[in-house]
């Protein structure tokens, strides 16, 4: 069986496939995704897509992010939501104490215009990683900043200050991909 599928096949597809077949199969990478109070349902669904084409370990939805099963998420994720393992967490800084008792090896990066950042392509990225992308407005909270062993950001060129979250993550996303020399 092809394990690559189409949006038209990934709607069509059984979830019992993943416990069965896929999970098992699709290597996982040591990535975790956080979305700290990510409100946009389309953000939120391109993330799980997003994190499926990187094959991320696993998806962390904090505070005021929706969750699955959302219609708007459904179709922007084009049913990876069944295929990403995920987790509701009451807040991004429980997500990340969470994964750092976990993984000490673990590098939390924010994605962030913070006095703090640096530029996305001088980071020196390692597995294990956890990427946290905030709040379409407010950003990432300072409380997660504060916790965060380092934060990137995108470098701007016009009269725009940012890129749209999933826009910036899948950026660093394919940096972290690039840099730890994984394929």
Do not use: H
Not at 4 to 15: F, H, T, V
Not at 133 to 142: I, P
Not at 154 to 171: E, Q, R
């Amino acid at each position: 069986m092809n394990f690559r599928m189409n949006a038209a096949q990934l709607r069509k597809a059984d979830p019992k496939l993943k416990i069965e077949n896929l999970k098992l199969k699709i290597k996982r990478r040591d990535i975790y995704i956080i979305l700290d109070n990510v409100l946009d349902t389309y953000n939120i669904g391109s993330v799980f897509r997003l994190a499926d084409a990187v094959a991320a370990k696993k998806l962390y939805l904090c505070g005021g992010t929706a969750t699955p099963p959302n219609p708007r998420i459904m179709k922007a994720s084009i049913n990876t939501t069944e295929w990403v393992d995920w987790e509701y967490v009451e807040t991004a800084k429980e997500s990340v104490s969470k994964l750092k008792v976990q993984n000490p090896k673990l590098k939390v990066v924010a994605i962030e215009q913070d006095k703090r950042s640096v530029p996305y392509d001088k980071f020196d990225y390692n597995l294990p990683v956890c990427l946290i992308v905030g709040n379409e407005t407010t950003g990432v909270s300072k409380e997660v900043l504060e916790m965060a062993d380092a934060i990137v950001e995108l470098p701007m060129f016009g009269v725009n200050i940012s890129l749209n979250v999933m826009v910036s993550l899948g950026i660093v996303l394919y940096e972290v991909i690039e840099k730890s020399k994984i394929s």
